[in-house]
Every structure is written in structure tokens, then in C-alpha cells.
């Protein structure tokens, strides 16, 4: 998840529940039973979720979720919040097209070639 973003998390009913105890460090912003929807902040957050019944109580269950910091750098050209394999893949898929380039012309130099993927690498270090 990206800061600002919002995610669902569902958790496999449990007929014998009464209850789905949810926690969060994250924002919620809607609970339905098995069903929670978070939206992510500007930090890694966790959510955890418990059944209970007139038995007793089940074990949370918890899951960290990574928030990474949004990066603008001009290598993201997928436009998440990461610079990876997937942006790089995105700039070779480009290498031979024909029609406008002009977003992977990161040295400006008019075309897409190695200077570009070296400014690539560059950009992903930062």
C-alpha cells in the first residue's frame, strides 16, 4: 500500500462467531463482521483480528502492512509509490516504440538508450 491509499482485508467467516474483534494502528474506515477497510497513513501499520463466541475467545491473527514513502523521482513510471523491477521492465518494453517516448527520454536528449537506463539505476538508488 501507498500512503493515502486504502485497502480491504477479509478474513474467512467463522460460523461459529458471535464476534470479529478487529485492531489496528492503521485508519479504518469501515468494519462489516469479517471485513475491515484501511486506509494507510505515512507509516507501516498492523491489523489483527480475533473471533470470539460464548466458548471463549480465538488467537489474533496479525498482519504487518508496509506503507512505502511515495516516490516522484521521474524512474517511478508506473506512478506506485516504489521504484522496482516493474518500472524498469516498463522502460525496456519501451526501448522500440514508435510513437511519444518522451517520459523514458530521461537525460533529454531526444531518445531512449543506455544513458537512460544508467539515470534509471541512479534514480532507483536515492
Given at each position: 500500500m501507498?500512503?493515502?491509499t486504502s485497502a480491504t482485508f477479509t478474513v474467512v467467516a467463522d460460523e461459529n462467531a458471535t464476534d470479529y474483534n478487529w485492531q489496528t494502528t492503521g485508519t479504518t474506515s469501515m468494519v462489516?463482521?469479517?471485513?475491515?477497510?484501511?486506509?494507510?497513513?505515512?507509516?507501516?501499520?498492523?491489523?489483527?483480528?480475533?473471533?470470539s463466541n460464548e466458548c471463549g475467545s480465538s488467537n489474533y491473527l496479525t498482519r504487518t502492512i508496509s506503507v512505502p514513502?511515495?516516490?516522484t523521482s521521474s524512474a517511478n513510471f508506473n506512478g506506485d509509490c516504489l521504484i522496482?523491477?516493474?518500472d524498469l521492465l516498463l522502460l525496456l518494453d519501451q526501448f522500440g516504440c514508435l510513437?511519444?517516448?518522451?517520459?523514458?527520454?530521461?537525460?533529454?536528449?531526444?531518445y531512449i538508450g543506455v544513458e537512460d537506463v544508467i539515470l534509471f539505476i541512479e534514480f532507483s538508488a536515492q
Open positions: 501507498c500512503a493515502g462489516n463482521e469479517n471485513t475491515i477497510e484501511i486506509l494507510a497513513g505515512a507509516q507501516d501499520f498492523f491489523i489483527s483480528i480475533q473471533t514513502d511515495t516516490n522496482n523491477d516493474d510513437n511519444n517516448c518522451d517520459a523514458f527520454d530521461l537525460n533529454g536528449d531526444g
